[in-house]
Nanobody
Framework: QVQLLESGGGLVQPGGSLRLSCAAS????????MGWFRQAPGKEREFVAS????????YYSESAKGRFTISRDNAKNTVNLQMNSLKPEDTAVYYC????????????????WGQGTQVTVSS
C-alpha cells in the first residue's frame, strides 16, 4: 500500500509563503504522477498542481499559476509545493495524491491520497 505523508501546513498572513511537502513511501509506476488538491469548507475538492517522476512535467490550475511551484526530490521521494503570495481564498485542507497516470490524477480520481494538511491564510 502506498503511503503519502504531507507536512508544512499552518497559519500565514496574506501575501506570505508556505512550503508543503509530500513524502511518498515509494517512487514507482504506481506513483508516477504526483499532485496536490485542496478542499475549502463547503466546497468541492479541486486540483492545484501535478508533476510526474518520469518526465518532470508540471501542470497547474489557473488559480495556482504564477504563485505556486511544484517540484520533486527524487532522492527523497518527496514532492513539494511552494506557495507564494497567498490569499485568504487559498485557505483549505491540502491533499497530496498519487496515480500511475497524470490524466487520471488531475480528473480527481487518483489511486492514493494523503491525510491532508491545513493551510490557513488570515491576518
Amino acid at each position: 500500500q502506498v503511503q503519502l505523508l504531507e507536512s508544512g501546513g499552518g497559519l500565514v498572513q496574506p501575501g506570505g509563503s508556505l512550503r508543503l511537502s509530500c513524502a511518498a513511501s515509494e517512487r514507482s509506476a504506481r506513483t508516477d504522477a504526483m499532485g496536490w488538491f485542496r478542499q475549502a469548507p463547503g466546497k468541492e475538492r479541486e486540483f492545484v498542481a501535478s508533476i510526474t517522476w518520469s518526465a518532470g512535467r508540471t501542470y497547474y490550475s489557473e488559480s495556482a499559476k504564477g504563485r505556486f511551484t511544484i517540484s520533486r526530490d527524487n532522492a527523497k521521494n518527496t514532492v513539494n509545493l511552494q506557495m507564494n503570495s497567498l490569499k485568504p481564498e487559498d485557505t483549505a485542507v491540502y491533499y497530496c495524491s498519487a496515480d500511475p497516470d497524470r490524466v487520471g490524477l488531475q480528473a480527481g480520481i487518483p489511486d492514493y491520497w494523503g491525510q491532508g494538511t491545513q493551510v490557513t491564510v488570515s491576518s
